[in-house]
């Protein structure tokens, strides 16, 4: 099939590959011509395991092209994924759709033949609507389709959640459209992944409504975690005995850190403007969002209760700073409101992340990117684990003191306590 991407960010370019690679010959757009020309140099603008090498695969075969050029890109393409962002408008929380209904105009320009646009973007419920209004203005006649297809891969874990993703989930009553998308979702469907067609608007809510549940399931143990912190209880054994109930699960029950990255911050907040536009008041969600709000100054509070309650001079790493591993991803990670209080509370921090230095910090006083681990951690009073990566799991602390034995707070409780107690180290973590 030929299909056009429109918008090669963490969901554009891992699905374009991804299609490129079950045969299709794809063509990805970005306004972003710095991007496009890094693409076309064989290059991969984000930290994505995997992504490189199908990329790269790929593009070399000709089934996967990167352009700006979005005229030409839609007027050759069958099928047009819209994979655009739609990050939090300030002030209100809804949504911004700019970019969507942008897109939506541009291709609305370039329709001569049959079209599928396909909504990948995670949009409120009804915005298929608007996308269609858009295209019509714009198109001649009503030659095309607007379908719903929500993305639910996870970064950093995007290429495996694209080829063996839980479910696909369609939003149209076109029964022509259903079939030409069944077909280009074959190859995965033969693999076990459930197919599940339901309206436009069902797909879009599905979408908000799973991740708000996502959002709603980590806040909840968190809020655990603080009451085990209280009365001694282990918030791991809590969340392990819960989860063995087959209703409740185990996934998404590990306390750590308020939830970040690009998608459950925003579209929690998304969810309930839009359920305020339709009278609907979503204080369960509504409640989370506070919750998690509360939860990074709540942190804040217990790095400065670690440290005695002087923060002022005191040297501290920070080990990871995404919102999690394996992604370069820094939206909404709890750690640039963690290292700026610190900074601004005047102490020293040293921070390394895998995936390299970050731009949020570089105007921050005090703040210091390490190369190394053993760099970050050299004579230091605290290091805080922030990030859960594969390297920071079997640490040989004796081997990183250098002069000064630190206190260690691990906020993805990755370590034993009783063990780290047996060995003499100053050891803290979430709801233990
Ligand atoms: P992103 O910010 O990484 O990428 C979006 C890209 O779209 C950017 O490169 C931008 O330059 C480009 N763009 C914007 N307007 C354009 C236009 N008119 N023409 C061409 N290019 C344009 O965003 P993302 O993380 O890939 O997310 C995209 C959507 O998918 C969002 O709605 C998001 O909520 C949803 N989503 C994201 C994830 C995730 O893990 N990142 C997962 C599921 C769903």
């Known amino acids: 099939m030929k299909i056009c991407m429109i918008g090669t960010g963490y969901v554009g370019l891992v699905s374009g590959a991804c299609f490129a690679d079950l045969g299709n010959l794809v063509v990805c757009v970005d306004k972003n011509k ?26 070399y075969s000709k089934r996967l092209k990167f352009t700006t050029d979005i005229n030409n890109a839609v007027k050759t393409s069958d099928l047009i994924f819209i994979c655009v962002g739609t990050p939090t408008l300030k002030r209100k929380n809804s949504a911004n759709l700019s970019f969507v209904f942008k897109a939506a105009s541009e291709i609305g320009k370039n329709i001569k033949k049959f079209k599928i646009i396909v909504c990948k973007s995670t949009v409120p419920v009804s915005t298929g609507d608007k996308i269609e209004k858009i295209i019509s203005k714009k198109a001649k006649r009503k030659n095309f389709e607007v379908v719903s297809n ?40 033969k693999k076990g992944a459930k197919f599940f067609v339901t309206s436009r608007r069902g797909a879009e809510l599905i979408k908000y409504a799973s991740n708000a549940f996502l959002a709603t399931k980590i806040s909840f143990i968190n809020e655990v975690a603080n009451l085990c ?64 709000d509360k939860r990074r100054l709540l942190l804040i509070r217990r790095i400065q209760k670690i440290l005695s309650n002087g923060v002022r001079n005191k040297r501290i790493a920070l080990l990871g700073v995404t919102f999690k ?34 731009k949020e910090f570089s105007k921050l006083r005090n703040v210091f990117y390490c190369k190394s681990l053993k ?31 630190f206190k260690i707070y691990d906020m993805r409780n990755l370590y034993s306590p009783e063990l780290m107690k047996k060995k003499g180290f100053q050891y803290y973590s979430i709801g233990r």
Request: glycine share 6%.
């Open 229 to 292: 912190e209280r009365t001694g209880v282990n918030v791991e054994e809590v969340a392990i005995g819960m989860g063995l109930d087959q209703r409740i699960g185990g996934r998404f029950l590990r306390a750590g850190p308020a939830y970040g990255g690009s998608c459950f911050p925003k579209d929690t907040k998304a969810l309930t403007v839009t359920a305020d536009l339709f009278k609907t008041d979503l204080s369960i969600i509504k409640s989370v969002i506070k919750s998690n």
């Open 34 to 59: 710095e991007k496009i020309d890094m693409l076309n140099e064989g290059h991969i603008p984000i930290y994505e395991p995997g992504l490189e090498e199908i990329v790269q695969k790929n593009h």
């Open 375 to 405: 760099n970050a951690c050299k004579n230091v009073d605290l290091v805080i684990i922030h990030t859960e990566w594969e390297e920071f799991k079997a640490l040989d602390f004796n081997k990183l003191y250098k002069k000064k034995k």
């Open 325 to 358: 591993p394996n992604t370069d991803d820094m939206r909404e990670s709890s750690s640039p409101s963690i290292i700026s209080f610190l900074s601004k509370k005047k102490a020293k921090i040293n921070y390394y992340d895998p995936s390299g230095e970050k």
């Open 150 to 189: 929500p993305e639910f891969l996870r970064e950093g874990e995007a290429i495996r959640d694209f080829r063996f993703p839980d479910r696909i989930v369609i939003g149209t009553n076109n029964k022509n459209v259903v079939r030409k998308l069944e077909s280009l979702y074959e190859p995965l469907i």
